[in-house]
Nanobody
Framework: QVHLVESGGGLVQPGGSLTLSCDAS?????????IGWFRRAPGKGREAVAC???????TYADSVKGRFTISRGNGKRTVNLRMNSLKPDDTAVYYC??????????????WGQGTQVTVSS
């Protein structure tokens, strides 16, 4: 089973940008199959943010539509999440997983540590 590792988070001012990366463990690629980005804000449950499907179609939560872009990296082992025009409400720990919905991951037990994104002035 592929193990996914998130990176790229940090502290950014409102209106700023960050690019998160989801990297596959050695021997696996992410050039096919669905990969989703999720986040968990303080005191809230995990929510779906963006997804790239098996056919490379993309979907986004309404709250990030037009600001975030999910894409597969050229190296085939990475899926990136480019986040522009960041808002304080985007503050959360961000995770990636091999599916696009919370419901599809109800039995998923390989969540990574995630990467912290903090949007604050």
């Amino acid at each position: 089973q592929v193990h996914l590792v998130e990176s790229g988070g940090g502290l950014v001012q409102p209106g700023g940008s960050l690019t998160l990366s989801c990297d596959a463990s050695s021997g696996f690629t992410l050039d096919y199959g669905p990969i989703g980005w999720f986040r968990r804000a303080p005191g809230k449950g995990r929510e779906a943010v963006a997804c790239i499907g098996a056919g490379d179609g993309t979907t986004y939560a309404d709250s990030v539509k037009g600001r975030f872009t999910i894409s597969r990296g050229n190296g085939k082992r990475t899926v990136n999440l480019r986040m522009n025009s960041l808002k304080p409400d985007d503050t959360a720990v961000y995770y990636c997983a091999p599916a696009c919905t919370i419901r599809a991951l109800v039995d998923y037990n390989d969540w990574g540590q995630g990467t912290q994104v903090t949007v604050s002035s």
